[in-house]
T-cell receptor, first 113, second 111 residues
């Protein structure tokens, strides 16, 4: 079955530590996205990528970094510069320009120790 | 600036009755609108969508209505079932390759 796999489901970060969230898709979608969900704030876009080796900042990119070395993979690094990283992180993929919905993974819950 | 707004954080409905969830948007360039359903600690799952060339799309118990002049869309669930209890997000996209999400409405269907 095609889908999006996010790992780990729960992640804990110490102060000053960088952590990386994994997102893999086998839907053959060209575009991939990272969102952050906080209570009462909906989904906010962190970064997105439409093709390999290219990505664009979303609304809240500060303190985050991404890479897109393979079509299937779009890892998100939460750096120590992100002062409020506790949130639920969602990865999505999409066929660019299509009238199809984005597909989402099951998310990663990041908490600070 | 929030381009997609859901002004009702929560909604409670009796089982068997109609649930109506509302969503407003500000960008007239949006041409594709979606509703997602989300359970806690899970990713959103796609429910139903509508293109701007239509004003209604129906899929079983779910119907989405689009009023372009008012920049408003709504999701009707008839009849509502306890399993429909979840958070519902509306989303919109336009010529760019981004999707814009509302803040969600938590629906509770009371048995």
């Amino acid at each position: 079955d095609g889908g999006i796999t996010q790992s780990p489901k729960y992640l804990f970060r110490k102060e000053g530590q960088n952590v990386t969230l994994s997102c893999e898709q086998n839907l053959n979608h060209d575009a991939m996205y990272w969102y952050r969900q906080d209570p009462g704030q909906g989904l906010r876009l962190i970064y997105y990528s439409q093709i390999v080796n290219d990505f664009q900042k979303g609304d809240i990119a500060e303190g985050y970094s991404v890479s897109r070395e393979k079509k299937e993979s779009f890892p998100l690094t939460v750096t120590s510069a992100q002062k409020n990283p506790t949130a639920f992180y969602l990865c999505a993929s999409w066929v660019t320009g299509s009238n199809q919905p984005q597909h989402f993974g099951d998310g990663t819950r990041l908490s600070i120790l | 600036d929030q381009q997609v707004k859901q002004n009702s954080p929560s909604l409670s409905v009796q089982e068997g009755r109609i649930s109506i969830l509302n969503c407003d948007y500000t960008n007239s360039m949006f041409d594709y609108f979606l509703w997602y359903k989300k359970y806690p600690a899970e990713g959103p799952t796609f429910l139903i969508s509508i293109s701007s060339i239509k004003d209604k799309n129906e899929d079983g118990r779910f119907t989405v209505f689009l009023n372009k002049s008012a920049k408003h869309l709504s999701l009707h669930i008839v009849p509502s079932q306890p399993g429909d209890s979840a958070v519902y997000f509306c989303a919109a996209s336009g010529p760019g390759n981004q999707f814009y999400f509302g803040t969600g409405t938590s629906l509770t269907v009371i048995p």
